[in-house]
Protein backbone atom coordinates (compact mmCIF):
# COMPACT_ATOMS: atom_id res chain seq x y z
CA UNK A 1 0.00 0.00 0.00
CA UNK A 2 1.43 2.92 -0.97
CA UNK A 3 1.20 6.77 1.04
CA UNK A 4 1.57 9.85 -0.11
CA UNK A 5 4.71 11.79 1.65
CA UNK A 6 2.59 14.98 0.89
CA UNK A 7 -0.21 14.06 2.31
CA UNK A 8 1.22 12.46 5.73
CA UNK A 9 3.30 15.71 5.59
CA UNK A 10 -0.07 17.64 5.93
CA UNK A 11 -1.55 15.41 8.47
CA UNK A 12 0.94 15.82 10.54
CA UNK A 13 1.10 19.69 10.35
CA UNK A 14 -1.93 20.15 10.75
CA UNK A 15 -2.26 17.85 13.80
CA UNK A 16 0.66 19.26 15.25
CA UNK A 17 -0.64 23.14 14.60
CA UNK A 18 -3.78 21.99 16.57
CA UNK A 19 -2.32 20.93 19.35
CA UNK A 20 0.30 23.65 19.57
CA UNK A 21 -2.38 26.16 19.46
CA UNK A 22 -4.43 24.63 21.98
CA UNK A 23 -1.28 23.99 24.32
CA UNK A 24 -0.68 27.85 23.87
CA UNK A 25 -3.91 28.79 24.67
CA UNK A 26 -4.51 26.72 27.37
CA UNK A 27 -1.30 28.07 28.97
CA UNK A 28 -1.93 31.80 27.89
CA UNK A 29 -5.27 31.32 29.76
CA UNK A 30 -3.31 30.13 32.63
CA UNK A 31 -0.77 32.49 33.22
CA UNK A 32 -3.79 35.11 32.68
CA UNK A 33 -5.94 33.26 35.62
CA UNK A 34 -2.96 33.90 37.95
CA UNK A 35 -2.51 37.05 36.83
CA UNK A 36 -6.05 38.30 37.49
CA UNK A 37 -5.93 36.66 40.92
CA UNK A 38 -2.72 38.42 41.90
CA UNK A 39 -4.08 41.58 40.34
CA UNK A 40 -7.59 40.92 42.47
CA UNK A 41 -5.36 40.35 45.86
CA UNK A 42 -3.48 43.60 45.38
CA UNK A 43 -6.55 45.37 45.24
CA UNK A 44 -7.64 43.73 48.29
CA UNK A 45 -4.26 44.52 49.74
CA UNK A 46 -4.55 48.19 48.74
CA UNK A 47 -8.05 49.11 49.70
CA UNK A 48 -7.39 47.14 53.18
CA UNK A 49 -4.62 50.02 53.91
CA UNK A 50 -6.87 52.86 54.82
CA UNK A 51 -9.96 51.20 55.84
CA UNK A 52 -10.78 51.41 59.50
CA UNK A 53 -13.58 49.97 61.05
CA UNK A 54 -15.07 53.53 62.09
CA UNK A 55 -15.27 54.74 58.54
CA UNK A 56 -17.41 51.69 57.60
CA UNK A 57 -20.83 52.44 57.01
CA UNK A 58 -23.68 50.14 55.68
CA UNK A 59 -23.57 48.75 52.67
CA UNK A 60 -26.29 47.39 50.32
CA UNK A 61 -27.37 44.29 50.09
CA UNK A 62 -25.00 42.00 47.95
CA UNK A 63 -26.14 41.41 44.38
CA UNK A 64 -25.30 38.08 42.73
CA UNK A 65 -24.45 39.62 39.95
CA UNK A 66 -22.74 42.42 40.79
CA UNK A 67 -19.18 41.08 40.90
CA UNK A 68 -16.88 43.45 40.95
CA UNK A 69 -18.08 44.85 44.14
CA UNK A 70 -15.83 44.88 46.59
CA UNK A 71 -17.18 44.54 50.21
CA UNK A 72 -15.92 45.76 53.30
CA UNK A 73 -16.95 44.93 56.64
CA UNK A 74 -15.25 44.21 60.24
CA UNK A 75 -14.93 39.89 60.84
CA UNK A 76 -17.68 40.15 64.24
CA UNK A 77 -20.48 41.80 61.77
CA UNK A 78 -22.63 39.18 59.94
CA UNK A 79 -23.82 41.41 57.01
CA UNK A 80 -23.18 41.57 54.15
CA UNK A 81 -20.99 38.60 54.53
CA UNK A 82 -21.70 35.69 56.79
CA UNK A 83 -17.73 35.37 57.53
CA UNK A 84 -16.15 32.90 60.25
CA UNK A 85 -14.93 35.41 63.46
CA UNK A 86 -11.61 33.08 64.11
CA UNK A 87 -10.54 33.67 60.53
CA UNK A 88 -6.63 34.37 60.65
CA UNK A 89 -4.87 37.41 59.32
CA UNK A 90 -4.53 36.73 55.42
CA UNK A 91 -5.97 35.08 52.26
CA UNK A 92 -9.17 33.14 52.82
CA UNK A 93 -11.82 32.05 50.51
CA UNK A 94 -15.89 31.76 51.62
CA UNK A 95 -18.64 30.78 50.13
CA UNK A 96 -22.11 32.55 50.30
CA UNK A 97 -24.99 32.17 48.09
CA UNK A 98 -23.23 29.74 45.46
CA UNK A 99 -20.34 32.39 45.11
CA UNK A 100 -16.90 32.46 46.06
CA UNK A 101 -15.40 35.08 47.54
CA UNK A 102 -11.24 36.10 48.10
CA UNK A 103 -11.25 37.59 50.87
CA UNK A 104 -8.65 39.71 52.88
CA UNK A 105 -8.65 39.85 56.88
CA UNK A 106 -6.14 42.57 58.50
CA UNK A 107 -6.27 43.60 61.95
CA UNK A 108 -6.81 47.12 62.80
CA UNK A 109 -7.59 49.49 66.22
CA UNK A 110 -11.06 48.17 67.02
CA UNK A 111 -10.77 44.71 65.56
CA UNK A 112 -10.25 42.78 62.44
CA UNK A 113 -11.22 44.26 58.83
CA UNK A 114 -12.73 42.10 55.93
CA UNK A 115 -12.14 43.16 52.73
CA UNK A 116 -13.80 40.68 49.90
CA UNK A 117 -14.42 40.43 46.42
CA UNK A 118 -16.09 37.26 44.59
CA UNK A 119 -13.72 35.49 42.70
CA UNK A 120 -15.83 35.71 39.19
CA UNK A 121 -14.04 38.62 38.08
CA UNK A 122 -10.50 37.46 38.06
CA UNK A 123 -12.04 33.96 35.93
CA UNK A 124 -13.85 36.64 33.56
CA UNK A 125 -10.55 38.31 33.02
CA UNK A 126 -8.66 34.97 32.63
CA UNK A 127 -11.63 33.89 29.69
CA UNK A 128 -11.28 37.07 28.13
CA UNK A 129 -7.15 37.66 28.89
CA UNK A 130 -7.50 33.58 27.37
CA UNK A 131 -9.63 34.66 24.12
CA UNK A 132 -7.50 37.52 23.13
CA UNK A 133 -4.87 35.05 23.43
CA UNK A 134 -6.16 32.21 21.35
CA UNK A 135 -7.22 34.52 18.36
CA UNK A 136 -3.69 35.34 17.23
CA UNK A 137 -2.43 32.03 18.21
CA UNK A 138 -4.96 30.29 15.82
CA UNK A 139 -4.10 32.41 13.49
CA UNK A 140 -0.72 32.21 13.46
CA UNK A 141 -1.03 28.29 13.46
CA UNK A 142 -3.47 28.68 10.12
CA UNK A 143 -0.84 30.44 8.32
CA UNK A 144 1.84 28.30 9.51
CA UNK A 145 0.08 24.87 8.59
CA UNK A 146 -0.92 26.89 4.95
CA UNK A 147 2.76 27.84 4.66
CA UNK A 148 3.84 24.30 5.43
CA UNK A 149 1.63 22.87 2.75
CA UNK A 150 2.72 25.54 0.02
CA UNK A 151 6.70 24.89 0.68
CA UNK A 152 6.40 21.20 0.51
CA UNK A 153 4.30 21.43 -2.92
CA UNK A 154 6.87 23.48 -4.25
CA UNK A 155 9.99 21.26 -3.04
CA UNK A 156 8.21 18.23 -4.41
CA UNK A 157 7.23 19.98 -7.95
CA UNK A 158 10.50 19.33 -8.76
CA UNK A 159 10.24 15.64 -8.28
CA UNK A 160 7.02 15.52 -10.63
CA UNK A 161 8.55 17.10 -12.96
CA UNK A 162 11.53 14.64 -12.80
CA UNK A 163 8.97 11.77 -12.90
CA UNK A 164 7.55 13.51 -16.20
CA UNK A 165 10.89 13.78 -17.96
CA UNK A 166 11.89 9.55 -17.06
CA UNK A 167 8.60 8.23 -18.35
CA UNK A 168 9.25 10.45 -21.73
CA UNK A 169 12.71 9.21 -22.42
CA UNK A 170 13.05 5.77 -24.53
CA UNK A 171 14.53 3.05 -23.28
CA UNK A 172 17.89 3.16 -24.39
CA UNK A 173 18.45 7.02 -23.20
CA UNK A 174 20.87 6.52 -19.95
CA UNK A 175 22.16 9.60 -19.72
CA UNK A 176 22.64 10.86 -15.82
CA UNK A 177 19.71 12.71 -14.10
CA UNK A 178 19.95 16.39 -13.48
CA UNK A 179 20.28 16.97 -10.04
CA UNK A 180 20.37 20.79 -9.37
CA UNK A 181 17.01 21.63 -8.81
CA UNK A 182 16.47 18.96 -6.53
CA UNK A 183 15.94 19.32 -2.40
CA UNK A 184 19.11 18.18 -0.49
CA UNK A 185 17.24 14.92 1.07
CA UNK A 186 16.64 13.36 -2.50
CA UNK A 187 19.90 13.48 -4.17
CA UNK A 188 21.49 10.46 -2.56
CA UNK A 189 18.37 8.66 -3.99
CA UNK A 190 18.85 10.38 -7.40
CA UNK A 191 22.64 9.54 -7.29
CA UNK A 192 21.88 6.44 -6.80
CA UNK A 193 19.36 5.92 -9.57
CA UNK A 194 22.23 8.15 -11.93
CA UNK A 195 24.71 5.40 -10.75
CA UNK A 196 22.15 2.19 -11.78
CA UNK A 197 21.82 3.84 -15.50
CA UNK A 198 25.73 4.09 -15.79
CA UNK A 199 26.35 0.92 -14.70
CA UNK A 200 23.39 -0.33 -16.82
CA UNK A 201 24.86 1.99 -19.87
CA UNK A 202 28.41 0.24 -18.76
CA UNK A 203 26.79 -3.81 -19.30
CA UNK A 204 24.41 -2.51 -22.47
CA UNK A 205 28.08 -0.95 -24.03
CA UNK A 206 29.58 -4.64 -22.81
CA UNK A 207 26.61 -6.64 -24.32
CA UNK A 208 27.31 -4.78 -27.80
CA UNK A 209 30.63 -5.12 -27.75
CA UNK A 210 29.99 -9.14 -26.53
CA UNK A 211 27.57 -9.29 -29.90
CA UNK A 212 30.43 -7.45 -32.52
CA UNK A 213 32.72 -9.80 -31.42
CA UNK A 214 31.10 -12.91 -31.04
CA UNK A 215 29.56 -12.27 -34.51
CA UNK A 216 33.45 -11.23 -35.70
CA UNK A 217 34.66 -14.93 -34.11
CA UNK A 218 32.13 -16.33 -35.61
CA UNK A 219 32.30 -15.22 -39.04
CA UNK A 220 36.10 -16.36 -39.61
CA UNK A 221 36.23 -20.22 -38.53
CA UNK A 222 32.80 -19.92 -40.94
CA UNK A 223 34.76 -18.87 -43.43
CA UNK A 224 37.12 -20.87 -43.34
CA UNK A 225 35.56 -24.15 -42.99
CA UNK A 226 33.32 -22.93 -46.47
CA UNK A 227 36.61 -22.91 -48.21
CA UNK A 228 37.86 -26.31 -46.52
CA UNK A 229 34.88 -28.06 -47.84
CA UNK A 230 35.13 -26.79 -51.30
CA UNK A 231 38.40 -28.15 -51.20
CA UNK A 232 37.28 -31.47 -49.55
CA UNK A 233 34.74 -31.50 -52.51
CA UNK A 234 37.09 -30.60 -55.23
CA UNK A 235 39.64 -32.93 -53.60
CA UNK A 236 38.88 -36.67 -52.87
CA UNK A 237 40.68 -38.23 -50.22
CA UNK A 238 42.57 -35.20 -49.52
CA UNK A 239 43.39 -36.04 -45.88
CA UNK A 240 45.22 -32.91 -44.81
CA UNK A 241 42.16 -31.15 -46.00
CA UNK A 242 39.98 -33.53 -44.26
CA UNK A 243 41.87 -33.01 -40.71
CA UNK A 244 41.44 -29.14 -41.15
CA UNK A 245 37.91 -29.07 -41.56
CA UNK A 246 38.16 -31.41 -38.24
CA UNK A 247 40.19 -28.96 -36.85
CA UNK A 248 38.05 -25.88 -37.72
CA UNK A 249 34.56 -27.74 -36.64
CA UNK A 250 35.99 -28.32 -33.49
CA UNK A 251 37.15 -25.04 -32.54
CA UNK A 252 33.58 -23.70 -34.00
CA UNK A 253 32.12 -26.10 -31.55
CA UNK A 254 34.12 -25.30 -28.52
CA UNK A 255 33.67 -21.32 -29.73
CA UNK A 256 29.73 -21.65 -29.23
CA UNK A 257 29.88 -24.02 -26.12
CA UNK A 258 31.95 -21.00 -24.62
CA UNK A 259 29.86 -18.69 -25.84
CA UNK A 260 27.13 -20.21 -24.39
CA UNK A 261 28.50 -20.94 -20.99
CA UNK A 262 29.08 -17.04 -20.71
CA UNK A 263 25.60 -15.84 -21.93
CA UNK A 264 24.27 -18.58 -18.91
CA UNK A 265 26.35 -17.35 -16.09
CA UNK A 266 25.57 -13.86 -17.76
CA UNK A 267 21.69 -14.46 -17.58
CA UNK A 268 19.78 -12.62 -14.39
CA UNK A 269 18.23 -16.40 -13.40
CA UNK A 270 17.37 -17.44 -9.92
CA UNK A 271 20.64 -19.88 -9.65
CA UNK A 272 20.40 -23.78 -8.77
CA UNK A 273 22.03 -24.42 -5.91
CA UNK A 274 23.52 -28.21 -4.89
CA UNK A 275 25.90 -29.65 -2.33
CA UNK A 276 29.21 -31.05 -3.71
CA UNK A 277 32.75 -32.22 -2.74
CA UNK A 278 35.26 -29.77 -4.04
CA UNK A 279 38.22 -31.89 -3.98
CA UNK A 280 36.25 -34.71 -6.26
CA UNK A 281 34.78 -32.24 -8.27
CA UNK A 282 39.19 -31.45 -9.38
CA UNK A 283 40.02 -34.90 -9.56
CA UNK A 284 37.21 -35.26 -12.71
CA UNK A 285 38.44 -32.20 -14.16
CA UNK A 286 42.21 -32.98 -13.84
CA UNK A 287 40.99 -36.80 -15.52
CA UNK A 288 39.16 -35.03 -18.85
CA UNK A 289 42.29 -32.95 -19.44
CA UNK A 290 44.56 -35.07 -18.61
CA UNK A 291 44.84 -36.53 -22.51
CA UNK A 292 45.30 -32.08 -23.46
CA UNK A 293 48.27 -32.95 -21.47
CA UNK A 294 49.44 -35.63 -22.06
CA UNK A 295 49.83 -34.68 -25.54
CA UNK A 296 52.23 -31.93 -25.41
CA UNK A 297 53.98 -33.85 -22.50
CA UNK A 298 53.39 -31.80 -19.67
CA UNK A 299 53.69 -32.93 -16.37
CA UNK A 300 50.21 -31.89 -14.91
CA UNK A 301 49.85 -32.58 -11.19
CA UNK A 302 48.03 -31.63 -7.71
CA UNK A 303 49.97 -30.64 -5.09
CA UNK A 304 47.31 -30.77 -2.60
CA UNK A 305 43.94 -31.31 -2.64
CA UNK A 306 41.96 -30.84 0.54
CA UNK A 307 38.35 -32.55 1.54
CA UNK A 308 36.00 -29.37 0.98
CA UNK A 309 32.44 -29.61 0.55
CA UNK A 310 30.93 -26.35 -0.74
CA UNK A 311 27.00 -25.35 -1.91
CA UNK A 312 27.71 -24.45 -5.74
CA UNK A 313 25.08 -23.45 -8.13
CA UNK A 314 25.03 -24.05 -11.88
CA UNK A 315 28.04 -25.64 -12.29
CA UNK A 316 30.64 -21.83 -11.52
CA UNK A 317 33.15 -24.14 -9.61
CA UNK A 318 33.45 -26.70 -12.66
CA UNK A 319 34.10 -23.75 -15.33
CA UNK A 320 36.63 -21.91 -12.99
CA UNK A 321 38.68 -25.25 -12.51
CA UNK A 322 38.13 -26.18 -16.01
CA UNK A 323 38.81 -22.95 -18.16
CA UNK A 324 41.85 -21.98 -15.41
CA UNK A 325 43.83 -25.12 -16.15
CA UNK A 326 42.55 -25.86 -20.00
CA UNK A 327 44.71 -22.09 -19.83
CA UNK A 328 47.41 -23.16 -18.53
CA UNK A 329 47.45 -26.41 -20.60
CA UNK A 330 46.98 -25.09 -23.44
CA UNK A 331 49.70 -22.14 -23.39
CA UNK A 332 52.34 -24.26 -21.46
CA UNK A 333 54.89 -25.26 -23.87
CA UNK A 334 55.51 -28.84 -24.83
CA UNK A 335 57.57 -30.13 -21.60
CA UNK A 336 56.48 -27.69 -19.19
CA UNK A 337 54.93 -28.10 -15.91
CA UNK A 338 51.29 -27.23 -14.73
CA UNK A 339 51.35 -27.53 -10.41
CA UNK A 340 47.48 -27.24 -9.34
CA UNK A 341 46.58 -26.85 -5.61
CA UNK A 342 42.76 -26.74 -3.84
CA UNK A 343 43.15 -25.40 -0.14
CA UNK A 344 41.30 -24.28 2.70
CA UNK A 345 42.36 -20.67 4.34
CA UNK A 346 39.94 -20.51 7.52
CA UNK A 347 36.70 -19.80 5.55
CA UNK A 348 38.02 -19.60 2.14
CA UNK A 349 38.76 -21.88 -0.44
CA UNK A 350 41.59 -21.64 -2.35
CA UNK A 351 42.24 -22.92 -6.06
CA UNK A 352 45.78 -22.03 -7.85
CA UNK A 353 46.78 -23.32 -10.94
CA UNK A 354 50.91 -22.11 -11.72
CA UNK A 355 52.18 -23.12 -15.05
CA UNK A 356 55.73 -22.53 -17.10
CA UNK A 357 53.96 -20.82 -19.51
CA UNK A 358 55.42 -17.17 -21.11
CA UNK A 359 52.41 -15.48 -18.43
CA UNK A 360 50.71 -12.21 -19.37
CA UNK A 361 52.29 -8.97 -20.62
CA UNK A 362 51.50 -6.62 -17.41
CA UNK A 363 50.06 -4.13 -19.47
CA UNK A 364 47.70 -6.93 -20.73
CA UNK A 365 46.09 -8.38 -17.03
CA UNK A 366 44.02 -5.05 -16.39
CA UNK A 367 41.84 -6.46 -19.41
CA UNK A 368 42.57 -10.16 -19.56
CA UNK A 369 39.32 -10.97 -18.74
CA UNK A 370 37.20 -8.91 -21.38
CA UNK A 371 35.48 -11.34 -23.36
CA UNK A 372 37.65 -12.17 -26.85
CA UNK A 373 40.27 -10.39 -25.07
CA UNK A 374 43.12 -12.50 -26.37
CA UNK A 375 46.17 -10.29 -24.89
CA UNK A 376 48.95 -8.55 -26.98
CA UNK A 377 51.05 -11.82 -27.48
CA UNK A 378 51.31 -13.44 -30.94
CA UNK A 379 50.12 -16.76 -31.74
CA UNK A 380 47.86 -17.05 -29.16
CA UNK A 381 45.82 -20.04 -29.95
CA UNK A 382 42.44 -19.35 -27.43
CA UNK A 383 39.30 -17.19 -28.78
CA UNK A 384 39.19 -15.05 -25.15
CA UNK A 385 36.70 -16.75 -22.95
CA UNK A 386 38.00 -18.66 -20.76
CA UNK A 387 38.98 -16.21 -18.56
CA UNK A 388 35.64 -14.43 -18.98
CA UNK A 389 33.95 -17.47 -18.06
CA UNK A 390 35.71 -17.71 -14.80
CA UNK A 391 35.78 -13.78 -14.05
CA UNK A 392 31.99 -14.05 -14.14
CA UNK A 393 31.68 -17.46 -12.63
CA UNK A 394 33.62 -16.18 -9.40
CA UNK A 395 31.77 -13.05 -9.17
CA UNK A 396 28.61 -14.47 -9.12
CA UNK A 397 30.34 -16.31 -5.69
CA UNK A 398 31.72 -13.24 -4.56
CA UNK A 399 34.96 -14.50 -5.40
CA UNK A 400 37.72 -13.00 -6.44
CA UNK A 401 40.75 -14.15 -9.40
CA UNK A 402 44.14 -12.78 -8.96
CA UNK A 403 46.77 -13.33 -11.97
CA UNK A 404 50.27 -13.06 -11.41
CA UNK A 405 53.25 -13.67 -13.21
CA UNK A 406 56.14 -15.81 -11.64
CA UNK A 407 59.22 -14.52 -11.57
CA UNK A 408 60.81 -17.31 -13.37
CA UNK A 409 58.45 -17.36 -15.77
CA UNK A 410 54.81 -18.88 -15.92
CA UNK A 411 51.33 -17.47 -14.73
CA UNK A 412 49.62 -18.14 -11.64
CA UNK A 413 45.97 -18.11 -11.15
CA UNK A 414 44.27 -17.55 -8.03
CA UNK A 415 40.81 -17.67 -7.33
CA UNK A 416 39.45 -17.38 -3.68
CA UNK A 417 36.12 -18.07 -2.25
CA UNK A 418 35.08 -16.98 1.32
CA UNK A 419 32.07 -19.39 2.25
CA UNK A 420 30.37 -21.33 5.14
CA UNK A 421 30.50 -24.91 5.25
CA UNK A 422 31.16 -28.13 7.39
CA UNK A 423 34.91 -28.54 8.20
Avoid at 223 to 243: F, P, R, T
Amino acid sequence: MSRSLQKDLGRFTLILTLCGSLLFTALASGLAYFRAKEVQDDVLEQIATWAEPALLTNQRPINRKDDERIVIQTLDSRWPLNLNPNLSEGFHYARQDRNTWRVLIVERQGGKIAVAQQTDLREEIAEGSATVAAVPILLLGSIFYLGVIWVVRKRLRPIRSLAGDLDARSELELSPINTSDLPTEIKPFTNAINRLLARTRDSIQRQQRFIADAAHELRTPVAGLSLLAENVQNAHNDQANIDLLKQGLDRLQSLVEQLLNLARLQADVTPTEKHIQADELLQQVVIDLYPLAEQKSIDLGVVQNDVIQVNDHDNGLWHIMQNSISNAIRYTPEGGQVDISLVREGDELVFRVTDTGPGIPEKDLASIFEPFNRGSQVNNIGNGLGLSIAKQAADQRRGTIKLSNRNEGGLVFEFRWPFHGPK
